[in-house]
């Protein structure tokens, strides 16, 4: 059986997550660090102090004192004293950290003290999240959501400075926190559509949205779907693809085939199981869609998956 819970905990299952926590920063005077494109997501946040966070094409944006920050897919980008310091590879400073920390000018009690960490996911399902990402997402100390991460980048600031036993697991679970709630705080303060993660606060279509990933073997149905959305057929289609950028069906196969996916890559089942485990009659049925969608049979795709771990690609 596949298990499922909610659409976010879902996706972010499937993403398998590897985060990398710190070094923390702390700096004085006037300095300037550039950073590489990283995929997929950055997160950071200001324990103390202010600095600059220049994003290539994006004007600059002052970070306060409890700010945090998510970049998705990020550009090269700068944090920077001010705006118009000349900057040096990050990679540089980040080489002479020591217990945790990469320290810039003289120690002071008013230096800057920043947390950043990065969260890298599975290629094959990364998607999932990242194209619902804009490059940055920003969630001032003063927002709802503001308080509760300034908290956790407290937390993972002060993992990050000691040699704690299960260290490492315990900045895993505060990143993956922390990634959550910044998701949660994106999607309450845009009002564009942002795919899945947007539609989860809409009434009928998160019905929908959680129903379907409650039983993914389910034979929905546009009707049915509509139904316990408690809207009409039309509306409903209309709505959901409006909300989360493709139709009701649509979004279905493509959330089997992540499914499918992981399952393969990781050898979990045979490719019957997993037919009836994602609501397809039979293995060709399921194959035609599996093909349609990521551009290979299942066989090749699970074989072309051992390989990789084989040959540790």
Same mark, same amino acid.
């Given at each position: 059986?596949?298990?499922?819970?909610?659409?976010?905990?879902?996706?972010?299952?499937?993403?398998?997550?590897?985060? *990398?926590?710190?070094?923390?920063?702390? +700096?004085?005077?006037?300095?300037?660090?550039?950073?590489?494109?990283?995929?997929?997501?950055?997160?950071?946040?200001?324990?103390?102090?202010?600095?600059?966070?220049?994003?290539?094409?994006?004007?600059?944006? /002052? /970070? #306060?004192?409890?700010?945090?920050?998510?970049? $998705?897919?990020?550009?090269?980008?700068?944090?920077?004293?001010?705006?118009?310091?000349?900057?040096?590879?990050?990679?540089?400073?980040?080489?002479?950290?020591?217990?945790?920390?990469?320290?810039?000018?003289?120690?002071?009690?008013?230096?800057?003290? /920043?947390? *950043?960490?990065?969260?890298?996911?599975?290629?094959?399902?990364?998607?999932?999240?990242?194209?619902?990402?804009?490059?940055?997402?920003?969630?001032?100390?003063?927002?709802?959501?503001?308080?509760?991460?300034?908290?956790?980048?407290?937390?993972?600031?002060?993992?990050? $400075?000691?040699?704690?036993? $299960?260290?490492?697991?315990? #900045?895993?679970?505060?990143?993956?926190?922390?990634? *959550?709630?910044?998701?949660?705080?994106?999607?309450?303060?845009?009002?564009?559509?942002?795919?899945?993660?947007?539609?989860?606060?809409?009434?009928?279509? $998160?019905?929908?949205?959680?129903?379907?990933?409650?039983?993914?073997?389910?034979?929905?149905?546009?009707?049915?779907? +509509?139904?316990?959305?408690?809207?009409?057929? =039309?509306?409903?289609? #209309?709505?959901?693809?409006?909300?989360?950028?493709?139709?009701?069906?649509?979004?279905?196969?493509?959330?089997?085939?992540?499914?499918?996916?992981?399952?393969?890559?990781?050898?979990?089942?045979?490719?019957?199981?997993?037919? #009836?485990?994602?609501?397809?009659?039979?293995?060709?049925?399921? =194959?035609?869609?599996?093909?349609?969608?990521?551009?290979?049979?299942?066989?090749?795709?699970?074989?072309?998956?051992?390989? =990789?771990?084989?040959?540790?690609?």
């Amino acid at each position: 059986m596949l298990g499922f819970r909610d659409p976010v905990a879902d996706a972010i299952g499937l993403l398998r997550p590897r985060t *990398v926590i710190g070094p923390s920063l702390r +700096a004085t005077g006037e300095w300037a660090l550039r950073f590489d494109p990283f995929p997929h997501v950055r997160t950071g946040g200001l324990v103390r102090g202010t600095c600059w966070l220049i994003l290539d094409g994006h004007e600059p944006v /002052l /970070l #306060q004192q409890g700010d945090t920050f998510l970049l $998705g897919n990020p550009p090269p980008y700068v944090l920077a004293s001010t705006p118009d310091a000349s900057p040096r590879p990050a990679e540089q400073a980040w080489a002479g950290a020591e217990n945790g920390l990469v320290r810039i000018g003289p120690a002071s009690e008013d230096d800057l003290y /920043l947390c *950043v960490g990065h969260i890298a996911f599975d290629d094959g399902n990364a998607a999932l999240l990242t194209d619902l990402l804009p490059p940055l997402v920003l969630v001032r100390a003063g927002d709802p959501h503001g308080a509760r991460l300034a908290q956790l980048i407290d937390h993972l600031a002060t993992e990050v $400075g000691v040699a704690a036993a $299960g260290g490492p697991l315990v #900045q895993n679970h505060l990143a993956q926190v922390l990634l *959550v709630h910044m998701l949660r705080a994106h999607a309450g303060q845009t009002d564009r559509p942002t795919g899945w993660l947007g539609a989860l606060n809409e009434d009928g279509i $998160g019905t929908a949205l959680r129903a379907v990933h409650a039983d993914v073997a389910h034979s929905w149905s546009l009707n049915e779907l +509509a139904e316990i959305s408690h809207m009409s057929r =039309s509306a409903f289609a #209309q709505a959901f693809k409006s909300h989360v950028g493709v139709p009701p069906l649509e979004y279905l196969i493509q959330w089997r085939m992540s499914l499918a996916r992981d399952a393969l890559a990781r050898d979990t089942l045979s490719i019957s199981e997993l037919a #009836q485990a994602t609501g397809y009659q039979s293995e060709s049925a399921f =194959s035609t869609a599996f093909r349609r969608v990521v551009g290979s049979s299942p066989t090749k795709f699970r074989t072309q998956a051992r390989s =990789s771990v084989v040959h540790g690609s």
